[in-house]
């Protein structure tokens, strides 16, 4: 058993885990904007957290035997993650947590964008992005568990209702 524990490969499987959990529960406790809306400085975070942890997974062994290891032990425990999420809708409140509204008939909901750690500029970027000019034009800005704000606005309702109008136009006149 002991020499079990001792492989290298046993290391880095375990090393692996642990690396990807602690990633997980990082980015969780940070904040879901960290994966939609990477500025620069996020990006230059995102890719240094990838280089400062390569080592603490694989160690010594910089083998391709090491490397692929270490890869396959990501892919599956990142699959095991997937499929808890998709079996267990509590898990998945956990891991990925709940979507925030932040703009709701015109009215930011500040408190809301606070939740979010989000700033007014960065809420206004998106808005802009759907093609929406103004705050007061939007009634419906959610902030998505993947870190995407969808933006609903007086736009979307009238092509809502008129693609509604066109497909009943075309359905009485199939009848």
Known sequence: MNEFLSNNYVHII????????????????????????????DMVFILLI????????????????????????LFVVNYIFKYLQ????????????DA?????????????LKKAKLTVDELLEAVREHGVTSIEEVNLAILEVDGNISVLSDEFKKKTVKHHKIRKAIKNGMN
Not at 86 to 97: A, I, Q, S, T
Not at 100 to 110: A, F
């Open 50 to 73: 990838s280089n400062a942890v390569q080592n603490a997974m694989v160690g010594p062994d910089a083998t391709l035997s090491g490397g692929i290891v270490a890869a396959s032990t």
């Open 100 to 112: 925030i509204m932040l703009i709701y008939n015109g009215k930011v909901l500040d408190s809301h």
């Open 14 to 41: 375990f090393s692996t885990l642990v690396v990807y959990l602690f990633i997980v529960i990082a980015i969780r406790l940070f904040g879901k904007k960290e994966l939609a809306q990477l500025s620069v400085v």
């Open 86 to 97: 998709y079996r267990f809708p509590k898990f998945n409140k956990v891991v990925e947590g």
